[in-house]
């Protein structure tokens, strides 16, 4: 049993290695839940003892491991918290800059930071046109 | 999830949407406080109310969904539950004991209310459920929204889907 | 303590602390409110204390944390009562002031009213932070507070935050004053790990002089300078200038600055025990008090000569405090008090004289005796007072600084009235310069609230000049503080050849001297000003915070620029290393199979079902498929915890992922097909790399995984033990009053992360388009 439980968690950490490689973001996020997943198994089968839930009245013979059970369920809540903050990380990504994929994203980026280094090199100091910037943002607010 | 969905929906699936929403939260109230005896605590409560309020995105539509006080107030009540279970935590302070001691200490009795124990833990998880619900909420509506905003963009021939009915 | 009596020395803090909520709420309702309710707190907080000090004062000191040994500990001795009456006072006149100067501020910039709310709130977040300060009596609250005062100042400085400058000018006080702040409190560490208390009154009977005594004295004593802007950590003050003019008044005279050499009074009892630790700050002190008062004497903007006469000024502060003694105590209390007054005159004088004539230049001002004669005479009020003239408060502050000074050497002595020399000059020169000469430039009535205060604090300065008495009972009571021990100093005029009138006299004549030498000697500090800011500590300041900026964004662009290759470089040598744990490790007999019987039967049907829903994940193509696929195998892990008898965690878990399902699916509808097509149309790239990566990953964690679960390190568990305590609990379920009760702190940490994602989500989805 403990090794079928250690493969389940290996292939389980592989596949979820294997999508966070991907270039597709969504695939990143899915592949994060995964690799939770496999901990979340693994630390509910480090529990010492296997058998009926926890919960009284306790009937004789084999109690679960109640310790291992609290720290899933935290485990638990955490991961599904951070799934739903990437999954509103890549909509943030794909709204400002039309793409999911990691390396187009990053070429965008670095395009990006090379445009303002020049810029900054042959004109005003970054302060400067940081001001300029807010200025002509908030001539545009009010419509 | 969305308006469009609305119109292919039958006045049957609705109102059993609606009739749905009140013994969600009757079961989710029992999750939370049978939680020290059974199965269940206040996270899962909050998750399966705020299924509930999910069930009413998917059949009513956004529009109708927001009409439900809970859901304009998501945010709020979860700041209110953080602010309970942290208050839980931190009054035993004033009292001179440790953080987040619970009464009534061991050995000393229960206040039943029916079968129901009055003990501060429960009113620990009261806050969790409540961040929890206004978590999942939140996080529900606010794609909700971004989503009917994006099919407001695409531009005329949405509208009318978009009409409360 | 009686309870009357305790409420009579909270009062005035929690009144100072309550200011600044008052303030906002009145001016979210009306933004017209915020001052008026803002600097009526002042008043009453001024009342309160003066009252809780004629009272005979107090102190209240409770347990906090007790775990940590850290107490609340506040009393308003001498010390707390100068700087507090100082800080609400003073604060008072200043707010007055704002609600006349705040309105025509807002009005260069076509900002709203409603912005006036904000200064409001920070203003008097400032004074309650200063409040609280003066009365604390514990080294950590002391660290509390004294940040509280470096953020209020922060906002305040950046004010105008349109203004690039004044934001570089606020981060700049805000990293001086609050890097060095840690000092302080590392000081305040090395003091508790020796003597076991953050109390300063305990410290102060238990130190010895040696080493550990230097070394603290002298983080916190860095902490205090760098606050009261001490060469060599002055240069943040001149630039705080940018500030609005009330700010900078409130800022020099009874908040920020002041706020260092409060400081140093109340650990003086410590510092005191240490020779090393007094001299330097007689070095320092000295250092500040030349070159605070010659860059004074350089500068044309009204509001930079004022920041360079308060850094020599609050150099004089801690030159008497390197003196040290009875007179240096005492003294060093009253030049604060006599300070503050005349520099919050002169800043507001300059406030008002740029708002009415639009200039804040020495070289365009001149003549305005006429159009404003009362603001003249005020301000030569407090001119006169910080040049120390006969007939104003400032009089005495030389009489004990030329005291303090002849008790230690002749050379000190000739050093003191080589600065009040220089200050002599530079007051001359600002007030003369505004208010003597040709008229240049039409001013018509000022406002009667831009007026009036500098009145009442030239009037204050005078007063202080024919009756002495009541600023002296309250230095001295804040110099017994200082000096732990009973001082008294009898400051009165003698009509006699004594050396302290014959110093005061030697001033005078050096300061008209300087006064009427100026075009000698102006070049010369002209180049002592160029060459400090080409070599300065500010340009070490620029340099560095430069330097930081391109080492981030080196890391930054090194992290973004292969982000798979960096998860890669992290799961790799994790891979590796943990390979090395295991190799390393006898195994002989260590891998147990364990065993399978019948009612396993599911268990492993259910874990065949995970395998094979997982492994379908990696090879779907389409995202709808790979929502469905990956919840499957979620799904099927909470059937496998139900089997494991875990059902909490399996109800959660299906709930958790009908939930997490549900926004992917949202996700997909919010990224249009096209973008999602273009993903799934990869070519599947099953490049060798990848999975060679992966299958080593899984390799590593099956052995991991294995290896610990038929090796638990321990025997037993506490779990019996909690499962016989959950009754005691009045539980039923374990696992749930695990959750509440046994490890409720790890869920409070857990709920905290759950608001805050909510707060990413809602934040990040809400902003809709960019651009």
Known sequence: ????????????????????????????????????????????????????????????????????????????????????????????????????????????????????????KTELDPEEEEVADERKLEKEEPR | ????????????????????????????????????????????????????????????????AERLVTVRNAPTIAGAGLLLSLSVAVVPLFLGDPVLTHYPRPGEDVVYLGTLELITPVLFDLGIFFLVFGFAVGAIGAFARTISEQEEYAGPGTEQLEDDT | MT????????????????????????????????????????????????????????????????????RFHVALDGLAALYALLATGVGFLVLVYSSRYLPLHLGHGDRPESEGTRFYGHMLLFMGAMVGLAMAQDLVLLFLFWDLTAIAS?????????????????????????????????????????????????????????PLLNAAGLLIAVAALAKSAQVPLHFWLPRAMAAPTPVSAYLHSAAMVAAGVLLLGRVYPLLQESRILLDTLLVVGLLSMAVGGVLALTQDVLKQLLAYSTISQ????????????????????????????????????????????????????????????????????ASAGLAALPLTIGF??????????????????????????????????????????????????????????????????????????????????????????????????????????????????????LIFSRPVWVGAARGVAWVGGKVGPERLYESSIEGLNRFSDRIHRAEVRDLRSRVAAILLPAGVLVGLGILVTPTD???????????????????????????????????????????????????LYAFLGAPDVALVAVLIETLVTLLFIATLKLIPYKVLHRQAELPLRLTRRKVYISVVAGAFAFAVAWGTLSQPAAESSTAEELIALAPEAHAKDVVTVILADFRGLDTLGEITVVALVLLGVVTLLRGGRLR
Request: net charge negative.
């Open chain 3, 589 to 639: 007999g260590v891998y147990r199979a364990g065993e399978v019987g019948w009612h396993d039967v599911p268990l492993l049907l259910a874990l065949v079902a995970v395998t094979l829903a997982t492994l379908a994940s990696t090879l779907t193509r389409r995202h709808v498929t790979l929502a469905l696929v990956f919840s499957s195998a979620g799904y099927v892990l909470a059937a």
């Open chain 1, 1 to 120: 049993m403990i090794l079928a439980i250690s493969v389940v968690i290996a292939v389980v950490f592989a596949s979820g290695a294997f999508l966070v490689l991907q270039r597709d973001l969504l695939r990143v996020v899915v592949g994060i839940v995964l690799i939770s997943n496999s901990a979340i198994l693994f630390i509910i089968a480090a529990g010492l003892s296997r058998g009926s839930a926890p919960i009284y009245p306790i009937d004789e013979g084999a109690v679960s491991d109640p310790l291992v059970q609290a720290m899933a369920l935290t485990a638990l809540v955490i991961g599904s918290s951070v799934a739903a903050l990437l999954l509103a990380v890549v909509y943030r990504l794909y709204v400002s800059h039309g793409s999911i994929d990691i390396e187009e994203i990053f070429r965008m980026e670095m395009r990006e930071a090379e445009e303002l280094e020049s810029m900054n």
């Open chain 2, 1 to 64: 999830m969305s308006a469009p969905i609305n119109n292919t929906t039958s006045i049957l699936t609705q109102t059993v949407a609606k009739l749905l929403l009140l013994p969600t939260f009757v079961a989710a109230f029992a999750i939370l406080v049978k939680g020290y005896a059974q199965p269940g605590d206040g996270f899962s409560a909050g998750v399966v109310a705020s299924l509930g309020v999910l069930l009413q995105y998917l059949v009513l539509g956004r529009r109708e």
């Open chain 3, 396 to 513: 005495f502050k030389d009489e004990l600084l030329f005291g303090a000074a002849l008790a230690r050497g002749p050379l000190f002595a000739g050093a003191a009235v080589l600065g009040a020399a220089l200050t002599l000059a530079y007051a001359w020169r600002f007030w003369a310069g505004i208010f003597l000469g040709e008229r240049r430039d039409g001013a018509s009535n000022p406002p009667a609230a831009l007026v009036w205060p500098v009145v009442a604090l030239g009037g204050l300065v005078l007063l202080g000049g024919l009756w002495v008495e009541p600023f002296a009972r309250l230095a001295e009571a804040a110099g017994e503080v200082i000096y732990d021990a009973p001082a008294s100093i009898e400051p009165a005029y003698h009509l006699d050849l004594r050396p302290e009138n014959l110093m005061a006299l030697a001033t005078f004549v050096l300061g008209a001297l």
């Open chain 3, 3 to 70: 309870p009357p009596a305790t409420l009579m020395v909270l009062l005035p803090l929690v009144l100072a602390l309550l200011a600044a909520p008052a303030a906002m709420l009145a001016g979210v309702y009306r933004p017209r409110l915020a001052a008026p309710v803002g600097t009526a707190f002042a008043a009453l907080a001024f009342s309160a204390t003066a009252l809780a000090w004629w009272k005979g004062g107090g102190a209240v000191n409770v347990a906090w944390a007790p775990t940590w040994d850290l």
């Open chain 3, 314 to 381: 609050y150099g004089y502060v801690v030159f008497l405090y390197g003196l040290g003694g009875e007179y240096g105590a005492v003294g060093a209390a009253f030049y604060v008090i006599a300070h503050a007054l005349a520099k919050c005159a002169l800043f507001l004088t300059a406030g008002a004289v740029t708002e009415e004539t639009g200039e804040d230049r020495l070289s365009e001002l001149g003549g305005l005796r006429k159009p404003l004669p009362l603001l003249a005479a005020a301000s030569g009020a």
């Open chain 3, 154 to 210: 922060y906002y305040l400085i950046a004010f105008d935050r349109h203004d690039a400058e004044a934001r570089a000018a606020a981060l700049m006080a805000l990293l001086v004053t609050g890097v060095t702040a840690v000092l302080l409190l590392i000081g305040a560490l090395i003091l508790y790990s020796a003597y076991g208390t953050f109390s300063v009154p305990e410290l102060a009977e238990l130190v010895e002089p040696g």
